[in-house]
């Protein structure tokens, strides 16, 4: 198991990742709503669990990332199914789920 200060940089690592999302959605002009969504919910969630890693408490932050973890499931199945998606809305999508399973995994 990470130590706190790690677990704090791997998710300010998810963060980052999230908000490089959350731009490439914004310039995504053909973007479906369902894949919109999934990014906004995760920008919202990602800023609401910055508030759990403050006093540390591990289960609400494995349980904020199996949240996230699914935000960012959903997401990649959408990518999947629509063909038409730029290479880097795939690829910070793809970013975003490899953190969130990292961290996932880091924190069992």
Known sequence: M???YEI???FNRVGRAI???AQACSAERNLPGELRDCIHKLD???DAA???VAPYDVTRLRKMVDELDVLGERAQRVCRNMPAL???MRSAVQHVHDELAELKHDLR
């Open 2 to 4: 990470l130590q706190e």
């Open 8 to 10: 704090r940089q791997r």
């Open 19 to 21: 908000g490089e999302a």
């Open 44 to 46: 919202r969630q990602a």
């Open 50 to 52: 910055q508030q759990v």
């Open 86 to 88: 730029t290479a880097q």
